[in-house]
């Protein structure tokens, strides 16, 4: 009951900052934070009610899939503090860029026991692939708009093979990610 109550709490914690930092700024709801805070935020509150009520848990598949997408933001964000780019820490993108994805998280690592999960299977290697959907989404919307999301390239640079070789590149380092996140959940549940 527990858990139920603090994935409710938690998924609704990423829903709610996540409407005060956007609401404002509707033409930025394409940004990668926005997409994997709303997705863990309605997973964990979907989660939290199924648990609540003593049902089945959603699989741990989806939480490493968002897991996945929500550090990769918690990371670039971190990369920031760097100088050579700039995120926005101010109020609820505090929480969006980094309360929210460790929260998130630390509810896979300790919520979703995958002790029993082989690390190579088909379902591990699928991880990746939310967000490399949201890149050929920014590469799609960008032959459109003429400008990517966050602009770390210029879209007359990026050609065709290059956003292709970053996207195999992109696939290697999230299922990197997946199965650290693996790894660990597999010693937290030993």
């Known amino acids: 009951m527990y ?3 603090v994935q409710l709490v938690i998924g609704l914690m990423m829903i709610v900052t996540l409407l005060v930092g956007y609401l404002p700024i509707p033409e930025y709801l394409v940004e990668l934070t926005c997409i994997s805070n709303m997705l863990g935020g309605v997973l964990l509150t979907i989660d939290g009610i199924l648990s609540i009520c003593g049902k089945k848990n ?3 598949n989806l939480y490493r899939a968002v897991c996945v997408c929500i550090l990769t933001v918690f990371i670039i964000c971190l990369g920031s503090l760097t100088g050579f780019f700039h995120f926005n820490f101010k109020g609820a993108f505090f929480f969006l860029h980094v309360i ?5 998280v630390g509810c896979y690592l300790l919520f979703c026991n995958d002790a029993e999960r ?3 299977s088909a379902a591990n290697f699928i991880t990746p692939v939310l967000m490399l959907v949201y890149l050929l989404f920014d590469y799609i919307r960008c ?4 400008k990517f ?3 770390f390239a210029e879209p007359d640079v990026l050609t065709f093979p290059y956003a292709v070789l970053i996207g195999i590149a992109v696939y290697i380092i999230m299922m990197l990610f997946s199965f650290c996140l693996l790894k660990v959940n597999k010693v937290i549940h030993r």
Do not use: C, D, E
């Not at 032959?143 to 003429?146: L, N, R, V």
């Open 143 to 146: 032959q459109f708009t003429g």
């Open 58 to 60: 959603l699989s741990s």
């Open 118 to 120: 082989r690390i190579v």
């Open 149 to 151: 999301v966050y602009g």
């Open 3 to 5: 858990k139920g109550i």
């Open 100 to 104: 929210n994805p460790i929260a998130f």
